[in-house]
């Protein structure tokens, strides 16, 4: 299946962003999903994940002020991201790992949160 990311962009400090990630061509819903970030010259650092029927897990830098959610149904994952700062400025990937078991990477879409 392949992954495609949205609703990534520009934004002020303070605001708010949703990025979607739906996996096209897959029939098995969703096992295990996951958004990572990689900032400007900086490796590659876990956001969320979500393990079906296992807690959420939030890098410290997030807790509390992002939220992962997936639809089944739309194979989609979602990561609703409140209060931005200047430091999540990244390229946001997301991965989803199938009940096949199939795991794919999206290409990464760029969060930029500026004044």
């Known amino acids: 299946a392949q992954l495609v990311e949205s609703g990534g962009g520009v934004v002020r400090p303070g605001d708010s962003l949703k990025l979607s990630c739906t996996a096209s061509?897959?029939?098995?819903?969703?096992?295990?999903m996951g958004w990572y970030r990689q900032r400007p010259g900086n490796q590659r650092e876990l956001v969320a994940t979500?393990?079906?029927?296992?807690?959420?897990v939030y890098a410290d830098s997030v807790k509390g002020r992002f939220t992962i959610s997936g639809d089944n149904d739309k194979s989609t994952t979602y990561l609703q991201m409140n209060n931005l700062k200047p430091e999540d400025t990244a390229v946001y990937l997301c991965?989803?790992?199938?009940?096949?078991?199939?795991?794919?990477w999206g290409r990464g879409i760029q969060v930029t949160v500026s004044s």
């Open positions: 991965t989803i790992t199938s009940w096949a078991p199939e795991t794919n």
């Open positions: 979500s393990k079906h029927g296992e807690t959420d």
């Open positions: 061509g897959s029939t098995f819903g969703i096992f295990f």
